[in-house]
Structures are given as C-alpha cells and as structure tokens.
C-alpha cells in the first residue's frame, strides 16, 4: 500500500463522534489536532481535576528526561515508543537524535489519526531513522514483527510505555503484554514506564466520567501495582517514583505536586 493510499484508509477509520486518547492528549498540551467530542471530553477532565494538563505536561518532561537518560548515560540507540500519540515537541526521536543522531526510533500506536500525523511530521536524521508502526498495544507480537524491519533486536532496545499501560484492562494481562515485549530483547535493554494512580478522589473522578463517553477506558492504577511492572528488572534509581520526581532537571520551572497523580521508572533488562 502507498503512503498516500495509508493515509486515505486511516482518515476513513477515524471516528469524530467519540473521544479518543491521543486526540484528548493531545488538547491538553494544547495542541490543535482534536475534534470537539475530544475538547469536551477534555475540559470535563479539567473541570473535574484541574490538574490534568499539567501532569499530561509532566508525563512529557519524563519522557525527555529519561531518553535523554538512556541515550547519554545508557548508551541506548534503539527505541520502540508504544503509545506514541499525536506528534508534538520533544518527540523521543528529536531528543535521542539531537544527542546520538544515529539513534532509531520505532513509534507505535492504533489511532488512525496518530498515523496520518505521524507519516508527515516523525521523520529522522539521515543518520538514523524513525518508522511508524499500525498496531495495538494488545499485540506485542505484531508489534516486534513491524520494529524489527527498523531496528536490530539483537542489539539493546528500549520500550517506552508512558501513558498506555493504563489503556489495559486487567483482564487484557498489562503485565503479560510487558513480558511478551521485553522477552525476546537481549540484556542491557531498558523499559522506560509510566501511568496514572489511583491515590486522588478528583482523579478518580474525572477519569470515570472520561471512560463512560471515551473510545478508549483509562485504568488508574496502585503505585504498587506500577512497580510491579518492573519486576525482574534492575531500576534505575530513583526506582519507582512520582513522575516530577524521577531525575528532576536542576533548574526545573515546575515544583512537584502537591497530589501524587502518576508513577514512573526505567529499568534494565538483566
């Protein structure tokens, strides 16, 4: 299939009567790639815990953080970014490629929308390399098969999981969808993760009123329950944590919350 013809089919399947994750994602970082089923959605979620756009903005300094972590300290040139949603600043290629550009990336995500975005706007240096892959979190064997036609899974990788491990019902096995992606990586790769807590009654709150109308349901999780997604793995300190919390920049302009709303980590695969 043509990237023209790709594009045509994924602007087919996108749905604008209900709200999606990364459309929503996207309003709070005060983006313009939303509908306004997706803008409703996401000031109910701001009415209700006014704090949302700034952890959606925390959750993205994470991100920079930890790649920046991985590539420089870790000596990691591979990513596959599961989740990826719609393109924005500081996306995990721009970052490991302004300080590694022969880093490659891997983004994958099933919103069509996120692929029609995606196929104009992530593209990397000519050193390296940035491919997109359609699939669901809920495959990680589609998922690998597609990553591995960009990046060589017999070198150390690391799998950025922030925001989508929440995405999986329990009875969808969150963690058997992380054994089943780290599995087959060599030692030395990483998994970089976070999600949202269940430890706010606002939060709580907002995220059932955002899950009766949404595409996509959200699952607030225990920090204990976050942690053990690392398990069997080797944390990078500080260990499992919240997400301002996890290796702050000196000169941060932000303070932490005063309310624990997300939990994060990276990890080395022994």
């Not at 996509?216 to 976050?226: A, C, D, G, K």
């Amino acid at each position: 299939m043509s990237d023209s013809d790709a594009v045509a089919s994924a602007w087919a399947r996108v749905d604008t009567t209900v709200p999606h994750s990364a459309r929503v994602w996207n309003f709070l970082l005060g983006g313009k790639d939303n509908f306004p089923v997706d803008r409703e959605a996401g000031e109910t979620l701001l009415r209700l815990f006014p704090d949302f756009a700034m952890v959606a903005r925390l959750q993205r300094d994470f991100l920079v953080r930890s790649v920046r972590y991985l590539v420089r300290e870790a000596g990691i040139r591979q990513f596959l970014d599961i989740g990826t949603g719609l393109p924005t600043a500081n996306n995990t290629h721009e970052v490991a490629q302004g300080i590694a550009p022969e880093s490659r990336v891997v983004y994958v995500d099933n919103d069509p929308i996120v692929l029609v975005h995606a196929r104009a706007l992530l593209t990397g240096t000519p050193e390296g390399a940035a491919y997109y892959v359609d699939a669901d979190v809920r495959n990680p064997e589609l998922i690998l098969e597609g990553a591995a036609t960009t990046l060589d899974l017999g070198r150390p990788t690391a799998v950025m999981m922030l925001s989508i491990a929440g995405q999986v019902t329990d009875d969808d096995d969150p963690q058997g969808i992380i054994d089943r992606l780290l599995e087959p990586l060599v030692p030395g790769s990483y998994l970089a993760l976070s999600d949202g807590t269940n430890t706010n009654p606002a939060l709580i709150e907002a995220v059932t009123a955002y899950n009766a109308s949404s595409a996509n349901t959200y699952q607030l999780r225990s920090p204990e329950r976050i942690a053990g997604f690392f398990d069997g793995l080797e944390l990078v300190e500080p260990g499992v944590v919240p997400t301002p919390e996890w290796r702050p920049e000196p000169d941060r302009w932000d303070e932490p919350s005063p309310v624990v709303s997300a939990f994060c980590g990276v990890a080395r695969k022994p």
